[in-house]
């Protein structure tokens, strides 16, 4: 049975044609639609209001009601344990501010343009997450010997693949058990709202939005590492669709640039004025705090270091300004590119992967002065 029309995904050299100049299919326009990028301009706040935060979901976002909800933790545990929201906020509660993105961010980008959401910048937010570490609630559970991976499930069904799933995702035992990670009821200070995964989601700091499951109904202890479509096909570093691939984990440093100057309404070229002109963005790692964030005004020839901001919290995006003499009219591009602790830097063109993971190239930013 088709469950769906099959979309020809481009792969390098198959002489299909198709690139990044392709027209996006109606499926994409239906995805891009129902998921959203943060407006670069929000990247202004040090906390995404959370109506500007990113958005990615799967499948539907579900209904649920509160009354009827129930986490379960089990598996390979000795005291299963059934918990209403009410009995979790009742244990210790933490709250951090926390950069989340999604692994494809930028895959509209490439060429060819691997056919899924197609991102191009932005989806990327920062929140405060409100909740209950992970790690007290398994202690209480009793971790059997031999659990070496953490079983994540959300109430949402879908197909993917043609693998009809409920979304899954594991986390390896010792990131489960840091005592950053998170099971969240709120963010920036209310109720998760539906589509961020209301009423229990997990928040994993450092690593790609994929791991953070929403609308969470279960978490298991395994004592074999899980191999379900999320986690063994979906978010890999492979050039093929079909290839193992390394699993996609950690945000990979990235900076942002917010657009100066104003808008032209349709294309949303950036026109300025003679004048010093204020770039400002953020800039992030999971791997790392951000050492460096270097600025280009001529289209990568050259770069000058921008100034960056402390971390306001381990986890969160650090800002980063610099001031460009805007003083010759014309056409200019501009770049910002990061380099965190660990010595990564963002490369000035994105290699391909065929789903799209893990795009950081330079954020190019193309203006006119006047
Ligand atoms: N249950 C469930 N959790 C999920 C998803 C999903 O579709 N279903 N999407 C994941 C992906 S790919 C991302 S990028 C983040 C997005 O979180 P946000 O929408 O709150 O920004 O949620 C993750 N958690
Ligand atoms: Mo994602």
Redesign the pocket.
């Known amino acids: 049975m088709a469950i769906q029309r099959e979309l020809p995904i481009p792969a390098v050299g198959d002489g299909s044609g198709l690139d990044g100049d392709a027209k996006l299919y109606p499926e994409e326009l239906q995805l891009a639609f129902r998921n959203k990028a943060i407006p670069l301009e929000g990247l202004r706040y040090d906390v995404t209001p959370s109506g500007m935060?990113?958005?990615?979901?799967?499948?539907d976002v579900p209904h649920v009601e509160l009354a009827a909800w129930r986490l379960h933790v089990g598996g390979r545990v000795r005291r299963p344990l059934v918990l209403g929201l009410d009995e979790l906020q009742r244990r210790p509660t933490r709250t951090l501010r926390v950069t989340?993105e999604?692994a494809g961010d930028g895959r509209a980008l490439l060429h060819p343009r691997p056919i899924s959401q197609p991102w191009l910048t932005g989806?990327v937010?920062t929140a405060e997450w409100t909740g209950t570490p992970l790690r007290s609630l398994l202690g209480e559970a009793g971790l059997d010997d031999g659990v070496v991976e953490i079983l994540f499930t959300?109430l949402?069904r879908g197909v993917e693949g043609g693998v009809e799933q409920d979304?899954q995702r594991s986390l390896p035992l010792a990131v489960a058990l840091d005592d950053d990670t998170l099971l969240a009821w709120a963010m920036n200070g209310a109720p998760l709202e539906p589509?961020?995964?209301y009423p229990l989601r997990l928040v994993v700091p450092g690593w790609y939005?994929?791991a953070?499951?929403?609308?969470l109904r279960a978490v298991e202890a395994i004592a074999l590492p899980f191999g379900g479509y999320q986690q063994a096909l979906a978010y890999r570093y492979s050039e093929s669709r079909e290839g193992p691939g390394e699993p996609v984990t950690l945000m990979r440093v990235r900076s942002l640039m917010i657009p100066p100057g104003i808008p032209d309404f349709l294309t949303r070229t950036r026109i300025v004025h003679c004048a010093p002109v204020d770039l400002r963005g953020r800039a992030w790692s999971g791997r790392a705090r951000i050492t460096r964030v270097e600025v280009s005004v001529d289209g990568g020839a050259s770069w000058a270091d921008a100034a960056v901001g402390e971390p306001p919290s381990p986890h969160a995006w650090q800002p980063w300004r610099h001031v460009w003499q805007a003083t010759s009219p014309g056409w200019h591009d501009l770049l910002c590119r990061a380099t965190d602790a660990a010595g990564d830097v963002q490369p000035a063109e994105q290699w391909w992967t065929a789903r799209g993971m893990g795009n950081n190239a330079a954020h190019r930013v193309r203006v006119i002065v006047v």
């Open positions: 935060h990113y958005t990615l979901v799967h499948y989340l999604c989806a937010g959300g949402d979304y589509q961020h995964g939005g994929m953070h499951v929403k609308w």
